[in-house]
């Protein structure tokens, strides 16, 4: 019996593949292969697909992350709010900036940042609040747009888990006043190498991440500002132009494989599944289950052949790379238990339900144990 992985990008690549190779003959005969058209096609269709007025393509998500934190002005002296549940990227990023990482916990039922724990961090010194959208559901932008205003601070989402989520009526990626994203190829929308986007409404934020972005080079060897390398490739543009036109489908077979998994764990003893936050529209991401024992039950699924993952092992304080915060365990108590106890799932859109039978079945057999 074949194993089932976490993630199957073959069969989405099945779908795009003559699209993809016809596109990537287009970018060899023209040998525009930075800054083709496909580029600039692929940004108006994402900025559409989000309902706002710009995107910017860079090298990656953690580049669009500190690229849109400089445009903000970020800088040493700083302070930005991070979530302490989070893939480092978010507070690597800020980091680079120069800038100062403050830390908050999560919730313990989306696993989102904890708005009630902001006013303890934010101060004069707060730059920006970073909400990340995490798993496929939306942050609660709103009321962190709240907080950022009582303190003149700014508000930049990390979407890169949430590429067709929806909070309200608004698409995530759109909901404050500047937006970043990875197409890393896991993504819901994946690159084929590393990929990413700068949204905003902001016309002058846009533009200063775009000349960023180019050396800080408004023209050919001018150089106003100092910037750096990071702009989309030609070639991962054809493929997210390509898998763009199928993101929507992809995303509601996801919902419907979460549905499916919501179904048949219902009954299954000592898992605690994933909550959705009202008015959002999850796209999944990643069905991420809490259970206990969870390393010993992630080694039975690898035996069983089930290719369940975690995300993320450490929390951003206790990662070496941020001990110079000097926070120790028990600072974030909920980020820290649920890091020993988050199991992601097989789910792709393509995913069949007798592998979700299976993979729910030998997540059943391994909490018996």
Known sequence: MSAIPL??????????REEVLAGFDQVLADTAFIGGKQVTEFERAYADFLGVRHCVGVGNGTDALELALRALGVGPGDECVVPANTFIATAEAVARTGATTRLVDCRADTYLMNVEHLDIVVGDRTKVIIPVHLYGQAAPVEDILKVAGRVGA??????????????????????????ATSFYPGKNLGAYGDAGAVMTDDESLAQSVRLLGAHGSPAKYQHPVLGFNSRMDTLQAVVLNAKLARLSAWNEA????????????????????????P??????????????????????????????????????????AFGHLGHHAGDFPVAEQTAGELLSLPLFPEITEDQQVRAASALSKALAA
Do not use: F, K
């Open 7 to 16: 993630v199957d990008l073959a069969a989405s690549h099945a779908q795009v």
């Open 154 to 179: 700014r508000v930049l989402e990390d979407a890169a888990q949430s590429q067709g989520a929806r909070q309200g009526a608004r698409a995530a990626g759109a909901l404050a006043d500047i937006s």
């Open 254 to 277: 996801r919902r419907q494989a979460a549905a499916r998994y919501h179904q048949l764990l219902s009954t299954v003893e000592g898992v605690a599944l994933p909550v959705t936050a």
């Open 279 to 320: 008015d959002n529209v999850h796209v999944w991401h990643l069905y991420v289950v809490r259970v206990a024992r969870r390393d010993d039950v992630l080694s039975s699924l690898h035996a069983d052949g089930i290719g369940a993952g975690i995300h993320y092992p450490t929390p951003v304080h206790l990662t070496g």
